[in-house]
């Protein structure tokens, strides 16, 4: 309930709204902590109001304890419900955090006397500074994902094929106890390795190829993300070097994660480091983005951000070199910004080999 309170000083606070409606599934479970809900109907004072479809509302009525929950039969029109029930709470000012055309048509014929409006801006501010029920979990999310890298290093190795390694890393974070992966696991060899979403294919890894291993763990719905540049095999002395070049890139991007900072800083950190290398034009996209309940969430951390880092952010830092024929290298960790300095969630050598 703390976090109905605290949407409705930022969403109500200047007088105008008094109802506010959420249809994000994500911004519902974020509220609410139970998955599949329908709708969330917050008003500006007394009780909310969470809309459920059969097939979840035994489920949501056990764990939503705080919350009003109502039924919706699949005959029934949800909008036309929520209509009626903001009618009865006197809302005649609300605001929606997203909506399609065709919803949005239904429910402005539905609401005649309510002003409606789309504003999601209140909820992303407060997703993108967690809370430390939320840091609990995200740390957690790194200690699995961090986990599914190992696996990765022990399982990697010339004759397997990337979905086999794929295999390995998810087995070893389920059998840790993540909930799942937080995006396709990638395992990109070879020439592959330089498309920065390579993704996992039935190719056999090869002596000396390089591989970029992309994972992450969910944990309690929360995410995280990690990666590392592995090598089957010695690496060349080509391999060494840029991927030392990266991995100092990162570095020099970690020591600049501090509240108040502008995110396009933190960019230009790493992205300074690879230019001066002679790489600058194969650092193909920025630097990092949020994480949360999604993978990618405010803020943003690239070279035309306007987002100012804030305490509670939880961000990637993933410089990377992508020379399309040769392959790719790429350092990623999820990091937490602190008041003095910054934490990584995940943990793990940046060796090609070790």
């Known amino acids: 309930m703390i976090r109905i309170e605290t949407l409705r000083l930022k969403a109500f606070h200047e007088g105008e709204m008094d109802g506010y409606l959420v249809f994000n599934s994500i911004n519902q479970l974020y509220f ?21 479809y059969n097939v979840n509302y035994e ?45 949005w ?50 399982s990697l190795r010339p004759g397997v094929k990337e979905y086999e390694v794929a295999a390995e890393i998810e087995y070893a974070m389920r059998k840790k106890g993540s909930s799942g992966t937080a995006f396709e696991t990638s395992v990109a060899s070879g020439a592959r390795s330089a ?10 890894i090869r002596e000396g190829d390089i591989v970029i291993v992309d994972l992450g763990a969910t944990y309690m719905n929360y995410c995280s993300d990690m990666t590392r540049t592995l090598v089957a095999g010695k690496p060349s002395g080509k391999q060494n070097k840029i991927a ?3 991995e100092e890139a990162q570095e020099d991007a970690f020591k600049t994660i501090t509240p108040g900072v502008p995110s396009r800083t933190v960019d230009e950190a790493a992205r300074k480091t690879i230019e001066a290398s002679g ?32 305490e509670g952010n939880v961000v990637t830092d993933e410089p990377g070199i992508y020379m399309v ?9 999820t990091v937490l910004v602190e008041k003095t300095r910054p934490k990584r969630l995940t943990q793990g050598s940046y060796s090609l080999t070790e």
């Open 59 to 103: 489920q949501v009525k056990a764990q939503a304890k705080t919350f009003r929950v109502e039924l919706v039969n699949l005959k029934e029109n949800l909008l036309e419900r929520i209509a009626k029930r903001s009618r009865e709470l006197g809302i005649r000012n609300l605001c929606i955090d997203s909506i399609n055309v065709e919803g």
């Open 105 to 154: 048509n239904r429910l402005t014929k539905e609401t005649k006397e309510t002003t409606l409006k789309i504003d999601n801006n209140p909820v992303k501010e407060m997703r993108a500074v967690k809370d430390q029920q939320e840091i609990r979990l995200l740390k957690r999310a790194g200690e699995l994902t961090s986990e599914g890298m190992k696996a990765a290093r022990e």
């Open 244 to 246: 030392k070049i990266v």
């Open 32 to 52: 609410t902590g139970v998955p599949g809900t329908a709708a969330l109907l917050v008003p500006k004072e007394g009780e909310s109001t969470l809309y459920v």
């Open 195 to 204: 498309f920065p979403h390579g993704g996992c294919t039935n190719r056999e």
């Open 279 to 310: 790489y600058g034009n194969f650092f193909v996209h920025g630097l990092g983005h949020g994480v949360g309940l999604e993978i990618h969430e405010p803020p943003t951390l690239n070279n035309a951000s306007m987002d100012i880092l804030l």
């Open 325 to 333: 024929g040769y392959g790719g290298f790429r350092m990623e960790d």
